[in-house]
Structures are given as structure tokens and as C-alpha cells.
């Protein structure tokens, strides 16, 4: 059995603000610790529960975050940006039983700590067929097509509550509770490793491939914060600009879906002035 764990940071126990998750920043070192200690946590219990193979694959920013040399020893780590299916790349082998969320955040307008869509500023929001989007809820799509269940997720309390509606029967561990997109009342490492290895371990069991999900046509819709924006987004094929600061395209899979959206947000990066955005 072969766990693939999708490794975000801001979802992480302790973390809290754009300086414990951005490379170079003041509290970024010391927060690695942290999110490295999640994932080992999430490795120890689908081992405990019977997997034979753990791969995890980091998701966050520059994708050179955990550090390898405190990984557990009995996973292996792929790193390192440029990555077909991004935050799920390794899905598409056809060896995966089941994938685990660690380390996720609520959407781009929703409440959570630090919560955003890909992007942490200029998109304020993304809509899958009129459904507002996390990060998470987009790589279930992805991970469906490939018939491949989320088993766990990890995150602040709003991260748990949005995994209800794209992966019902996973297991989910909040590791601090929402106060603000800065803020949180957050629980000790010793608590979380606790927590997430016994979740981890129990959704082991639900690891269990299943026929690929063809849900398609899918219609995204992105709003961003300012209305150049928008307009640089439709340098993309089959990007149409519908309002102000709105874009949309409609592809038949969430495969091609989410490489669409990583060339939009691309571009859109690339357009974002300094000061003024």
C-alpha cells in the first residue's frame, strides 16, 4: 500500500503569520522544525496502520521547505518546483492507494488562518461550478480522475470543516482554531504529533483506490484584486474575462483544469507591481 501526503505549511501546528512560512523570513527556520514534525507525524501513523510506502511530496511556496535530514527515515521526500500536478504531483503513477492533505488552509476569501488560494495575495477568490474552492477541494478533483481517495487532512479548524464537503469520509485533525487570517489558539506539537499519528494511522483503512471520477466539464471562475489582473489572466488560451476583476474557462477534466490555473496564476504573478499590486 503506497500513501502519497501532499506537505503544505500554513495548516501546520504553531503557525500563524506570512513570516512562519515565507523563505528567509524571521520565524520561517524555526517553523520548519514544525512542519517537518506534522508530516513525520502523519509518515508514523500510516506506517502503524499498515502502509508499505510513504511518499511526500512538498507543496509550499519555493517547495524546499521540510527538512530532509529530520524526515522518518522510512519515507521519501520529492522536492523541488516545476512539477506537472503541483501540490499532487506523484498521483498520476497509478501506484497510489490513498493521499493525505497535511499542513492545509481554507480558501482565498474564507475564513482560516492565512487562508488563500495558491496565490497568498491578488486572488480573492475561485469557484469550481459556483462552489468557492480551497486549495484542498481543487486537488480532490485532480486526485479523483486518478481514482485515488483523501484520507486525512490536517489544518486550523476551518480546514477541517471545509474537507467535509470534498472528502467526507477522511479523517481530519485540527491543529489550531481560527481567530483571524493571523491569529489562532494553537496546540503544542506534543498534542498534534499525537493527534495526527493516531488520525493517520485509522485512515490507513480507508486507503483503497477506486474507479476514476470523470466529473467534467468544469467551469472555474477567479477573482483577483485588481482589474489589470483579469486582463493579464486572458494571455491564457480559453481564459475569457466575465466582470471587472473576474476571468473564466471551462475544461472537460480537473487535470487540465489545474494545469490551466497554474499558467493563470503564473502570468498574474508576473503582473503584480511591487506597491501597488
Sequence with gaps: MK??????????TGVTWPADVLPGASQWERCRHLFTSDVNAAVAGFFAGGADEVLVNEAHWSMRNLLLEELDERATLLTGKHKSLSMVEGV???DVDGIAFVGYHAAAGAEGVLAHTYLAN???GVWVDGTRASEGLLNSLVVAEYGVP???VTGD?????DAKRYAPDARSVAVKDYVSRYAAVCRPPARTAADIRAAAREATALAVRHEPV?????????????????????????????????VSYTTPTMYEGIRCFKAVTTVVSASVEEQYG
Design 214 to 246: 470523470r466529473g467534467g466539464p468544469f467551469t472555474l471562475e477567479l477573482e483577483f484584486d485588481a482589474e489589470h489582473l483579469a486582463g493579464q489572466a486572458t494571455c491564457v488560451p480559453g481564459v475569457e474575462q466575465c466582470g471587472e476583476r473576474r
Design 3 to 12: 500513501i502519497l501526503i501532499s506537505a503544505d505549511m500554513e495548516g501546520v
Design 122 to 124: 491578488s486572488l480573492t
Design 92 to 94: 498520476q503513477h497509478g
Design 150 to 152: 483523501v484520507v486525512l
Design 157 to 161: 479548524d476551518r480546514t477541517c470543516e
